[in-house]
Each structure stands twice: as C-alpha cells, then as structure tokens.
C-alpha cells in the first residue's frame, strides 16, 4: 500500500532552509513541502529546486496557513514575525516547527505557547544543536558521570555576520536584541542541556551603530542552579572561523572533577578522565582517555536534520524524541533576556525574570520610561563578575 505523505509548508525561505531542505531530504518518503510562502522572487528558483516543480509558492505566510491540506508548517522568518506567524499557525489548526530563537521575549513565547496548548497544535523550536550528533555525544559523555561534578562551562561562537543595510537582522526589533537574543541562544539552550538551569547571569555587550543597532559581541557570566560557573560569548565580527591557523567557530568545554570533555566544530566531540571511580565508565572510553584525550564516536548527523526526522515522527503520531518544546526552549530566550537586563542595569539578574511586551525601538516614549526604571535598582555595576 502506497505512503499517504504528510504535507507541511515552510513560512519563509532564506539562508537556513538550505539546512531544512536536507532535513526534508531525508524524510521524502513520508513526507512532502507543498507550499512556501516566500515574497523574494529571487528565492523561487532555489524553492522549485529544492521541494520539486509541484511546490505552490505564494508571497504572504498567511496564505499557506490557510491551505487545509497542510498538517504542520515549518516558520523560518525574520524573528519579529515568529510571534504572530505561530499564533496564527495555531488557530488555523496546524503544528508549529519554529526557528530558533523561539521569539524576542518571554511574553512572546508566552504568547506562543498559549496559543498552541489552546488550539490542540504541538510547538517545537528548532533548536538544532540538541539533535546534533557531536552536540549528542557530549550529553552522553556528561550523563555518564565519568567528569563527576561538573564546575565550569565554556561555550563560545565566532562568526563574521553583515547583512546588507536594513535587513532585519540588523535592526534592534527585527532580531530581539543583537546577536546574544539571536545566536548566544544556541549556547544558552545548549548549556541548559547540558548543564541545567541557570540561576543566574551578568552580561556585557558592544555596540557599534553604524554595523548593527543591537550589539554584535556578548560576554554572558552565569551561575547554574548546579553550582557549577559558565562563560559564554558571540562574536560577529571575526574571521577566526577558517583559513590557515583558524581557531574555532563553535565550541563547548566541561571541566568536572573527575574529568573534562569537549566539542569543536569540525573537529569532534573528545573526553579525557582525570580520574575513574566507575568500571562502566573506564570500559566505555578505554584507558587511553586517562593520558589524553579520545574522540567519543557518533553518526555525524546534523541538528537540522535530526530536527526535522523527529518533528515529521511527531506529525505522523510515531513515537519521537522531541528535545526542544516551546515550554523547554521559552527558559533559553528567558536567559537572554535576563542578559540584557543585566547589561541595562549593570548588575548580576537572578532568574526567573519579569517579562512584559517587547518595546518598539521606535516608540521613544516607552524607551525612556523603560530606561528610567532600569536605572532605579539598587545594584551597582560590578563590572559582570559574579
Ligand atoms: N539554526 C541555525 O543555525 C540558524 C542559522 C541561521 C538562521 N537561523 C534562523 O532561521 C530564521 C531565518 O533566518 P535566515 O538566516 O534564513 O534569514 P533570511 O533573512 O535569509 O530569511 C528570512 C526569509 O523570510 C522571508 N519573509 C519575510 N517576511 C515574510 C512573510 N511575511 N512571509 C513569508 N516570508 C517572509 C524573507 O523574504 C527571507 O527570505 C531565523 O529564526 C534565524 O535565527 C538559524
């Protein structure tokens, strides 16, 4: 008996979906995009290419959503639309897969979330490092418990990001923020994975108007609910990523006291023991990672795609892994937003935080008085120590 395929569209298509279309790939034979909703006509070429020539293209996501064959939609878009574009998804009835970020702030996600409880739909956030095999073997190496107590996190990521004057992404209401709301996100959400929940953060941030409005370089302390300390930082404006003698472009580093653990991109995911109270965990990565460090083996799948496999099982009511709800990922866009708070009022924010409607940039008014109540705290600036 031939498949029935399930049909889902895809509300935007820029850079990323290159990322989603092999996720797509992968699925093709229970699974099927039938319909883009992309306004650039430069894009419709690569959309034909990409979902086939019987792949409906319309200009406005609200015209996908309106297509009753349509199960689940796959939002993509610019971040000031993730918001909007998932409540409606949810009221037209259809299953959300959502970029990261989730939206700008709590009250979106909020909004978000509310909205899909109440009309029945699933909402999953494509966080795609959780379903990324390297990014895997290292939750697998700490669930081992071969690091013991993990005290320090080191999560950094380097990239050299300039759009063209007035894309989105360079405007402060466009992107949520900077590059900390829109970026550090995948470190914050991998570090909550990983690490559990973070108590606390201090930030730092640099602006350079004429380059972006919203910052371009983000230092995050923070203090897990664990005890242990983490560093985080983004950089937009490096070209360490590649060429001779490059550095890094992603990375994660668990120091613990029984052992630590790393993951660079490109690289692998590596473990090395100090010390081994366990026969289990000595078995499983060999005495060689007690004079050194040894790569801790996987399939290489990436995040997109792990993403997508397990978004479609979840549309097909197949048992599925879902990593990264609304309601885990809300707690990512929570941590940078307390970021921020903690760079306005140069101060160490304990979590949970308030969160009220995003402020318009262009609304003076409300910047000021928001400015104002900023500035009331008793704290003084420590310099983001902790
Ligand atoms: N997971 C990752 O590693 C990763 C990397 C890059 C981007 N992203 C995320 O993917 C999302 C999109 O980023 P991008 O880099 O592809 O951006 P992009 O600017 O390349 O693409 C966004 C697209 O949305 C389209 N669009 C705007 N308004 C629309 C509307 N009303 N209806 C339909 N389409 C509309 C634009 O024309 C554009 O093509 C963001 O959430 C971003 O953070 C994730």
Known sequence: MAIV??????????GIVGGHRQGFDAVSDVCEVVAVAEPRAERHAFITD??????????????????????????????????????????????????????????????MIDACEGCGVSLTVCHDRRYNSQWAALKEVVETGALGEIFFWKLD???????????????????????????LTHQIDALRWYGGEVASVSCMTKVIPERMEGEFLGIMNARMASGALAELSINWWTQSR????ALWYEMVQACGTLG???????KGTFVRLHDVVDDAVRARFGDAALTGFVEVPNDGKSGHVGCIAEWVKALRGEPTEIRTSGRVCRGTVEVAEAAYLSDREKREIALPIESGPWIDRSDAEQIRKQFEADQSGPEQWNGGKL
């Not at 639309?81 to 700008?104: D, Q, S, W």
Request: net charge negative; aromatic share 6%.
């Open 5 to 14: 395929k399930t049909k889902v569209g895809l509300l935007g298509c820029g």
């Open 50 to 111: 990409a979902f086939g020539p019987g792949v409906q293209i319309v200009s406005d996501y609200r015209d996908v959503l309106a297509m009753a064959e349509i199960e689940g939609v796959d939002i993509v878009l610019p971040h000031d639309l993730h918001m909007p574009a998932t409540v409606a998804a949810a009221e037209a009835g259809k299953h959300v897969l959502v970029e990261k970020v989730m939206a700008r702030n709590v009250w979106e996600c909020d909004r």
């Open 157 to 183: 990521h380097n990239q050299d990001v300039l759009p063209p004057p007035g894309h989105w992404i360079r405007t402060y209401d466009g992107i949520g923020g900077g590059a900390i709301m829109s970026c």
């Open 242 to 245: 590649s060429g001779p003698h």
């Open 260 to 266: 630590e653990a790393y993951y660079q991109h490109g």
